[in-house]
C-alpha cells in the first residue's frame, strides 16, 4: 500500500502521528520551507513531497519509519542535497516523505590513538574536516561540494573525490556504520572490529545502495595524520598520453606521497578562467592539457617534501614529459590551484547545456579511450564539444559533450542530449567501464543501468531490495 492508495482519513492519521513524534522543528508542510529541498543540485529535477521531515535522533528515523510502513508512505532520504543525479529527488506526485538528515550532525570524541570519529549522517564534510584538523588528523576525502555534502549522503553514494588514488572512495573509511532499515529496525554496526567473519559485511551492502535498502544515521570513520607539508604542482602537456606517462613516472618516483592527480583540458581552464574574473591562469601560455598534481608528507617525511617536488618536475622535464610547470609558492597559491580545479562544473554549467557521464575504464586505458571517444562523439553529433576532466590516476574521467551553439536549454538535454548519453554510455560499456563511477545511479541512470548492467548483477540488486523492502517505500523509483 502507498500514500496514493489510501484515503484521505488515513493521510491525515498518518500526518498528525508523523507531526506528533518529529515536534515542529522536526516536520513541516510550509511550501517555502520544503521548496530547497525539492530540486537536485544542477537543477534537473524537481518533485513535490508530503512533508520534510528532519528528525533528531536515531529513535525518531527509526519511529517515523515504521509509521511510514504502516501508512504505506513513500520515503526519499536526502543529505545535503548536492548528489549530481537526481537520487535525493521526490517525484511529481507529491505522496513521497523527504526525510532530510541535517538535523542529526553530532561529531563525537576523536580518537587520536585509534584514529577514529563516530559522527551523525547530517555532519557536513567540511565540518568534520575542521572538526578533526583541531586533533591533529584529517579525514581522507575531500570534493567540490565539501561545503555542502553530508556524511550519509557520501556514503549512500559511495562518493570519491580527488584523493581516491591514494585513499580510496567512501568505501574505504568507513570502519562502522548504523542504519535504519525498511521495517523500522536498527542495524548497529558501529564499532570497527579487524576480523568478523559473521556472515555478510552488512555495512558495505549500505555503501552505495542510495537509500534504496535503509537510512545511513551514523557512521565511524577512519582518520589519517594531519599533512605536514604538501606541494602542489600545475604542469602544461600536449597531450592526455602524455599526462597518462606522467602519471607513471610521478607514481614511481612519490609513491605514497602522490595524493592527487586531475587532468585539465584547456577548454576547461579557459572556462573557469572565464567564469572567474579574479582568477589567473598558472603558467604564462596556454597548453592542451594541464595536470594538477598534489604530493603530501607526514611530520617524518616533511623536510624531504620539496626536493622531492623537484626531482620530479626535473626528471619529468629531463624525460621530455612536459612543456612547462610550476610549484606552488605557498599554500594559498596551492589553493588557488585547486580553485581552478573545482570550479570546472559550475564553470561549464554557466556556459550552456551539456551532457555530463560521470565515468571510469580501467586506469591504463583512460588515455587512449579519450582518444578515441571525443572525436568519435564530436563527429557523430557535429557541432559539440567533448571534452574530459578529473581524476586520471583511478581512471575516472568527467566525460562531458557541450551543446551546439544556440540550441534551447531544456529542450536539447531531452532530445539529442539523450541519444549522446546512449552513445557514451554503449562507448563506455564496451571498453568494459562503468556508467557511474563516483555519483551514482539515482534516477539519471536508473534505465541505463537496467540497459546495459550486467543481468546476474541486476538480479541480485533487486532480490535485496524485495527482501529488505517488499513494500518498495524506500527512495522509489532510483538506482534500480
Sequence with gaps: MTIQTID???????????????????????????????????????????????PADTAQVAALVKLCGKYGVAIVPQGGNSGM?????????????????RRMDTIGPVDTATRQVACGAGVILQT????????????????????????GGLISTNAGGTQVLRHGSMRA?????????????????LVPLKKDNRGFDLKQLMIGSEGILGIVTAATLRLEPAVAARAVLWVGLPSIQAARTLLLHAQSLADRALEGFEVIPRHCLDAVLEYLPTARAPLDEAHPWNVLIELV??????????????????????????????????????????????????????????????????????????????????????????????HLGDGNIHFHILAPTGVVPG??????????????????????????????????????????????ALHVLHAIKAALDPQGLFNPGKLI
Excluded at 10 to 37: N, R, S
Excluded at 174 to 188: H, I, Q, R, T
Excluded at 427 to 447: N, Y
Aim: hydrophobic residues 45%; negative net charge.
Design 297 to 390: 608528507a607526514d611530520a617524518a617525511a616533511a623536510d624531504a617534501l620539496p626536493e622531492l617536488a623537484e626531482r620530479l618536475l626535473v626528471s619529468a622535464f629531463e624525460a621530455g614529459l612536459v612543456s612547462d610547470a610550476t610549484i606552488a609558492a605557498n599554500d594559498a597559491q596551492a589553493e588557488a590551484f585547486w580553485w581552478l580545479r573545482d570550479s570546472i562544473s559550475p564553470a561549464e554549467r554557466a556556459k550552456g547545456p551539456a551532457m555530463q557521464h560521470d565515468i571510469s575504464v580501467p586506469v591504463d586505458r583512460m588515455a587512449d579511450f579519450m582518444d578515441y571517444a571525443a572525436p568519435l562523439m564530436e563527429r557523430e553529433f557535429p557541432g559539440t564539444t567533448a571534452l574530459g576532466f578529473g
Design 128 to 151: 568534520l574536516h575542521e572538526a578533526v584538523a583541531r586533533q591533529g588528523l584529517r579525514f581522507p576525502l575531500t570534493l567540490g561540494g565539501k561545503g555542502s555534502a553530508t556524511i
Design 411 to 456: 529542450e536539447w538535454e531531452t532530445g539529442q542530449g539523450q541519444a549522446i548519453s546512449h552513445r557514451v554510455n554503449d562507448l563506455v560499456t564496451q571498453w568494459h567501464g562503468s556508467i557511474s563511477a563516483e555519483h551514482g545511479i539515482g534516477q539519471m541512470k536508473r534505465d541505463e543501468l537496467a540497459r546495459l548492467g550486467d543481468p546476474a
Design 85 to 101: 543525479c537526481g537520487g535525493a529527488t521526490p517525484d511529481a506526485s507529491g505522496h513521497e516523505l523527504l526525510i532530510n538528515m
Design 8 to 54: 484521505s482519513t488515513a493521510k491525515a492519521e498518518f500526518m498528525t502521528a508523523a507531526a506528533a513524534l518529529l515536534g515542529p522543528k522536526g516536520f513541516a508542510t510550509d511550501p517555502d520551507v520544503l521548496a530547497p529541498w525539492l530540486t537536485d543540485w544542477r537543477g534537473r529535477y524537481t518533485g513535490r513531497a508530503l512533508a520534510l521531515a528532519t
Design 173 to 189: 573509511q568507513v570502519l562502522g556504520l548504523e542504519a535504519v532499515l525498511p521495517d523500522g529496525s536498527v542495524l548497529n554496526q
